[in-house]
T-cell receptor
Framework: GENVEQHPSTLSVQEGDSAVIKCTYSDSASNYFPWYKQELGKRPQLIIDIRSNVGEKKDQRIAVTLNKTAKHFSLHITETQPEDSAVYFCAASGGGNKLTFGTGTQLKVEL | NAGVTQTPKFQVLKTGQSMTLQCAQDMNHEYMSWYRQDPGMGLRLIHYSVGAGITDQGEVPNGYNVSRSTTEDFPLRLLSAAPSQTSVYFC????????????FGPGTRLTVT
């Protein structure tokens, strides 16, 4: 089945700096790569996603890049703000059209 | 729309007890899933359903049963609770299994002593 690895597990940045979270996947058939944000005690919520026919997608301060050859994709957050502090999960669709999640990155934006 | 709802929010069980976690959605989604979330392990798929009457196993199905008699409801049953099942459980629904946004419920925090 699909295996998704996510790094780093924790990330601390200064307010205004950029943050990058990286994921790799194993199943070359995967074609959908979402990112979810989970605030403390809350449910995960989709923030951005990308499909395999697109190399990059941007939504305001958030962007995702995909390299299908290398089987990795990344989340980029620019001009970070305190409200960006949360746990971020990447995921990939594997065989059987099921989503496999990474282990999460705890992002802390410091003032 | 209420979206995806789950009950209860918190539950404490003794080893060997059984219980059912409830999940309901009002978005007319065909696809529903159950995940468990443990520290450092992300979200792992337990069981999923592609429509009423159809269920299948995910990554960690042992110790859990599901059924889907209606489009709206997808209960998760713990047959004989074990401490290893202490976790936060999330139900999710979507228009499709993959390639579609998963809408998560608020979660149930379960402790098995």
């Amino acid at each position: 089945g699909e295996n998704v690895e996510q790094h780093p597990s924790t990330l601390s940045v200064q307010e205004g700096d950029s943050a990058v979270i990286k994921c790799t996947y194993s199943d070359s058939a995967s074609n959908y790569f979402p990112w979810y944000k989970q605030e403390l005690g809350k449910r995960p919520q989709l923030i951005i996603d990308i499909r395999s026919n697109v190399g990059e997608k941007k939504d305001q301060r958030i962007a995702v890049t995909l390299n299908k050859t290398a089987k990795h994709f990344s989340l980029h957050i620019t001009e970070t703000q305190p409200e960006d502090s949360a746990v971020y999960f990447c995921a990939a669709s594997g065989g059987g059209n099921k989503l496999t999640f990474g282990t999460g990155t705890q992002l802390k934006v410091e003032l | 729309n209420a979206g995806v709802t789950q009950t209860p929010k918190f539950q404490v069980l003794k080893t060997g007890q059984s219980m059912t976690l409830q999940c309901a959605q009002d978005m007319n989604h065909e696809y529903m899933s159950w995940y468990r979330q443990d520290p450092g392990m992300g979200l792992r798929l337990i069981h999923y359903s592609v429509g009423a009457g159809i269920t299948d196993q995910g990554e960690v199905p042992n110790g859990y049963n599901v059924s889907r008699s209606t489009t709206e409801d997808f209960p998760l049953r713990l047959l004989s609770a074990a401490p290893s099942q202490t976790s936060v459980y999330f139900c999710a629904s979507s228009s499709g299994l993959a390639g579609y946004e998963q809408y998560f419920g608020p979660g149930t925090r379960l402790t098995v002593t």
